[in-house]
């Protein structure tokens, strides 16, 4: 039983220096080095400012932007936390109601006829982690309508600059495709200025 | 449901069944101390190893001798670990400047991370330093892990032994599992993560003004790292709280079929491993067949149920068709990248396996959706389950299986050739029902009383479905929940400045725990030691043939019906009511 103690306390110490420090800080050692960008957050700069992260969603408003998916948490990037309502909630069907009437008013003036069957669901609902850097293809297209009328672009190039500005699947087949918001507002507005 | 989706499924499955065999051969050469290809850069650090922790490597353990060193290791580092987490504020690398955590809720994560549960009542980058995730929780995610696997290799040894009562020695097997699977794995496995853009670094967050103006504060720290072997080791503890939700913890599609890939790498290679061991292949490939049958049907089930929608959504009027640009479906609580496929997936192998990493939130999903992962952990997390863990835990079905069918022709059960009797049948018992029982009565507790109330979030059977699913989830180590569910409460966040647990939940959930990983590890020892000495009668004509499509069958039933009979009741309060009505509570 002794033996057993002691190797236990050793083993303790051992394997704590070894895959506690010794790994994660040798793993620090080589993304420093060889992805410099990604290991500390994929950070966005304009005109040398850091404004985001591209692997991370941030609330934007007004009619000039593309909007990020609906938010619990404020578009939080060190608090996170789900919505968590289940499926039978009421409260989740309000706030379902007032996110689909949002999005309806603020887009039917530049796509009439805008019926909520064609608003598709991550318009509305809110992603996991509160910070989702994409939205659908579907519903960026509609969006394009907005941004480019108040913009006075082309919404060909708006198309365009939407198809640019989406992450394809991993590999061709792996997840879904996504349109990253920010890049795609960044690109806007160098596009407008 | 698209053809994209079913060919994400298809793609999975494939991969993962290429390399089970490969994988699974050279686990079984690590375990018979054979030479591998890694073994001119590791067997000199595996005898520093052995010197420093002042071992003899060489010396035999019968099941008890093994027992007694497992659980004296464990109880240590459970000790080390408290103590870690209840100084926090004195270490290193707290760059947030976090206080040390409340004794019950320490008391939980401490319990959950040596139970390989890796449950959050914690939050990840809103209490804890970089030195606890670091030193203290992703160390316990290696050596939880490989608690689990050095069993199981003891325990696969008991099943082949021919005469002698020694099942190996529980150092040798512990260092050979760490250094020679799970920290190469691990590497590697960072390596893909932080190519595709998960964080490693020891800087502190980050604050600036977004492209609109608003402000915004990144969590950052060295996750990478952490993430690779909390998915190998089907540990799941999140380094952000959101878990594999968070980008910086999974940001690609790649990343996540890499994530969701390495939840049963080793789970299911551990059956290609299990069959080498007793000398033949096709017992390995049976239990692999069993377990893979019972996934595919989850990960159908709960996409399908996604698809369609949640009634909060038609109430709403949101879409739920899927059509060019979107995947459709119940978005709520998904991320884009990953979809109604991706997510749905993941939730069907994070509980599968207990691993309990999500990358979705469990509590919105639909009745339907939410029940796969419920029945996934009832079946005592034998779907490849923990790694070591779920295998010795399916070889305690596999025993039970025989049994039954012994009992229906009337022969004295055998296995691998080894007659089951008595003793053995009596631990499988305690083995396969403890677990049930325990998630049954704690589930109970919680919600006859009134101190089981506070944890709640959703009202009506929702509510009901978060407490069964926590004491599941618990019970059988896996550690996902309906997250609505909380034993700690974290008023000004961040930073855990007049946080507090409700103790209640911590200490009960805490206690569920150990007892959930150390008395099937027990009782799996325990019917190794008695196998271990029997004789091996030679395989005749009336021989019951477990490596065969009906064997197959025959566990699975044996599994549906354990699972069923015993959980029936509860899931029909809960996720079955939600299912059958489109009403809202």
């Known amino acids: 039983m002794r033996r057993e103690l002691i190797s236990s306390v050793l083993a303790i110490v051992v394997f704590t220096i070894l895959l506690g420090l010794a790994y994660p800080l040798v793993m620090t050692g080589v993304g420093q080095v060889v992805w410099p960008n990604k290991a500390d957050g994929s950070q966005v700069e304009r005109d040398g400012k850091v404004v985001g992260s591209r692997l991370i969603g941030q609330e934007f408003e007004g009619p000039r932007y593309f909007h990020s998916r609906p938010s619990v948490t404020g578009y939080s990037a060190n608090v996170t936390y789900f919505n968590n309502l289940g499926p039978n909630n009421n409260e989740l069907s309000d706030l379902f109601r007032d996110n689909l009437a949002g999005y309806l008013r603020r887009e039917r003036r530049y796509t009439p006829g805008l019926r909520p069957a064609d608003v598709p669901p991550d318009a509305v609902q809110t992603a996991a982690s509160g910070v989702d850097p994409h939205i659908s293809e579907a519903n960026a297209r509609i969006q394009a309508r907005r941004v480019a009328q108040v913009r006075g672009l082309s919404l060909d190039r708006v198309l365009e600059l939407v198809d640019e500005n989406t992450d394809g699947r991993g590999l061709g087949v792996l997840g879904e495709p996504g349109v990253n918001v920010l890049e795609l507002n960044l690109a806007i507005d160098a596009e407008a200025a | ?585």
């Not at chain 2, 709960?302 to 959504?313: F, K, L, M, R």
Request: overall charge neutral; hydrophobic content about 50%.
């Open chain 2, 1 to 585: 449901m698209t053809f994209e989706g079913w060919l994400q499924i298809a793609i999975y499955l494939a991969v993962l069944t290429a390399l089970t065999p490969l994988l699974g051969g050279y686990m079984a050469r690590v375990y018979r101390g054979e030479r591998v290809f890694l073994s001119p850069v590791l067997d000199p650090l595996e005898r520093v190893t052995y010197r420093l922790l002042r071992v003899n490597p060489q010396a035999r353990q019968d099941w008890k001798g093994y027992a007694r060193t497992t659980l004296v290791f464990s109880l240590l580092f459970w000790i080390v670990l408290y103590v870690i987490l209840r100084t926090q504020g004195i270490h290193p690398f707290n760059p947030e400047g976090f206080d040390s955590g409340t004794w019950d809720v320490s008391f939980n994560t401490v319990s959950s991370f040596i139970s390989n549960t890796n449950w959050q009542f914690y939050g990840g980058e809103t209490t804890l330093s970089y030195f606890s995730q670091m030193a203290g929780l992703a160390v316990q995610n290696f050596v939880s892990a490989a608690v689990g696997m050095a069993v199981l290799a003891a325990v696969i040894r008991g099943f082949a032994s021919r005469g002698t009562a020694q099942l190996g020695n529980f150092w040798q097997d512990l260092t050979r599992t760490l250094l020679f699977i799970l920290l190469p794995l691990s590497i590697v496995g960072t390596l893909i993560l932080m190519s595709q853009g998960v964080v490693q670094t020891l800087a502190g967050s980050i604050t600036y003004t977004t492209a609109q103006g608003f402000d915004q504060t990144l969590a950052l720290g060295p996750a990478a790292s952490q993430i690779a072997i909390k998915q190998l080791g089907t540990n799941g503890g999140g380094f952000f709280n959101v878990n594999s939700a968070f980008p910086f913890e999974n940001p690609t599609g790649f990343s996540n079929f890499v994530e969701v890939l390495f939840i049963l790498l080793i789970p299911a290679a551990l059956t290609a491993t299990f069959g080498r061991m007793v000398g033949n292949r096709r017992q390995g490939w049976a239990l692999y067949a069993a377990m893979a049958v019972m996934l595919v049907v989850g990960i159908a089930v709960a996409y399908g149920a996604e698809q369609h929608g949640t009634p909060a959504q038609r109430d709403a009027q949101v879409a739920t068709a899927s059509a060019d640009g979107t995947t459709g479906g119940n978005l709520e609580g998904k991320e884009q990248r990953f979809g109604i496929t991706g997510s749905s997936m993941w939730a069907a192998i994070t509980t599968a396996a207990s691993n309990g990493s999500v990358n979705s939130a469990h509590d919105s999903y639909t009745g339907t959706g939410g029940a796969v992962p419920l029945v996934n952990m009832m079946t005592g997390e034998v779907i490849f389950g923990g790694v070591g863990s779920g295998l010795y835990g399916m070889l305690l079905f596999v025993l039970l299986a025989v049994f039954i069918a012994g009992l229906m022709v009337g022969r004295t059960p055998e296995y691998l050739g080894k007659k089951i009797e008595a003793r053995e049948v009596k631990f499988v018992l305690i083995g396969t029902l403890y677990t049930a029982l325990a998630v049954l009565v704690t589930t109970a507790i919680a919600i006859a009383t009134k101190w089981g109330a506070p944890s709640i979030y959703n009202p009506a059977p929702q509510g009901f479905s978060e407490t069964l699913y926590a004491y599941t989830s618990q019970g059988n180590n896996n550690g996902s929940a309906f997250a609505g569910y909380t034993g700690f409460v974290q008023p000004n966040a961040p930073g855990n400045v007049g946080a507090f647990g409700i103790t209640f939940a911590d200490l009960l959930g805490g206690v569920t725990m150990l007892a959930a990983r150390f008395v099937p590890l027990l009782a799996a020892l325990a019917v190794a030691g008695s196998l271990a000495t029997k004789r091996v009668s030679p395989a005749g004509a009336g021989t019951f043939r477990t490596d065969t499509p009906t064997f197959v069958a025959l566990l699975v039933f044996v599994i549906v019906i354990v699972a069923a009979l015993t959980f029936f009741p509860a899931l029909l309060l809960g996720p079955v009511v939600q299912a059958l009505t489109d009403q809202l509570f």
